[in-house]
């Protein structure tokens, strides 16, 4: 008599060995099932705000890099402006040196 075999099959017996355990697995199922979805949800929400936060420092830098280049191009207008007015400073120095040589040149002759 073979115990496993099709004229021996007991359903009460098989119920009892095996219906406790299954129920054991589908209950750990369904709970490790709710508590995936819950961590993927809750994944996918720390995701959506890690993305946010992430393009508002992007944006935040691409501001500050923007705020440094209008920041350099004035320096670079001031510095010209200020090359250009030592420019002219130093004509007019020459200038006044010359004519001082040119006054001075005139009462040597005299």
């Known amino acids: 008599m073979d115990p496993l075999g099709p004229s021996q ?12 355990g299954l129920l054991i ?3 750990l199922w369904l709970l490790f099932r709710r508590l995936i979805d819950r961590t993927f949800s809750a994944a996918g ?22 705020a440094i280049n209008e920041m ?9 402006s200020d090359q250009n007015e030592h ?13 001082m ?4 040149g005139l009462l040597t002759k005299k």
């Open 9 to 20: 099959f007991d359903a009460a017996h098989f119920a009892a060995m095996w219906g406790p």
């Open 25 to 27: 697995l589908i209950g």
């Open 45 to 66: 929400e720390l995701v959506k705000v890690f993305r946010e936060d992430f393009k508002e420092h992007v944006n935040a830098q691409v501001r500050q890099a923007t």
């Open 72 to 80: 350099v191009n004035i320096m670079k207008a001031r510095e010209e």
């Open 87 to 99: 420019r002219e400073i130093l004509i007019c120095l020459r200038v006044l040196q010359k004519q």
């Open 101 to 104: 040589e040119g006054i001075a």
